[in-house]
């Protein structure tokens, strides 16, 4: 069955830097678009970056532009967010999501993990 586990969540400085970690199992990961998606505290869920198959498109919120950076490593079935010059804004839980179909375009997300959590404070 499909899986995600995120990992690297923790506390961290204003300014500071983590990185996230998805591991992935179950599912040809290769093939699928994947995703960064928080929930603040009290808030809704937030979009925050996505990457395709190979790695070669990748989008951020702008939110997030030029301090987050989405990767992934398809030999190691591992997505990644560098998560740089972080803001207390960005405390939140952090899902990582598999889209719903293998390939391009996109039709949403299916699959979750059950989120790490990140604190951003003094």
């Known amino acids: 069955q499909v899986q995600l586990v995120e990992s690297g969540g923790g506390l961290v400085q204003p300014g500071g830097s983590l990185r996230l970690s998805c591991s992935a199992s179950?599912?040809?990961?290769?093939?699928?678009?994947m995703y960064w998606v928080r929930q603040a505290p009290g808030k809704g869920l937030e979009w925050v970056s996505g990457i395709s198959i190979v790695g070669g498109t990748t989008y951020a919120a702008d939110s997030v532009k030029g301090r987050f950076t989405i990767s992934r490593d398809n030999a190691k079935n591992t997505l990644y967010l560098q998560m740089n010059s972080l803001k207390p804004e960005d405390t939140a839980l952090y899902y990582c999501?598999?889209?719903?179909?293998?390939?391009?375009?996109?039709?949403?997300?299916?699959?979750w993990g059950k989120g790490t959590l990140v604190t951003v404070s003094s």
């Open positions: 179950g599912f040809t990961f290769s093939n699928y678009w």
């Open positions: 999501a598999r889209a719903v179909y293998p390939g391009g375009g996109y039709y949403g997300m299916n699959y």
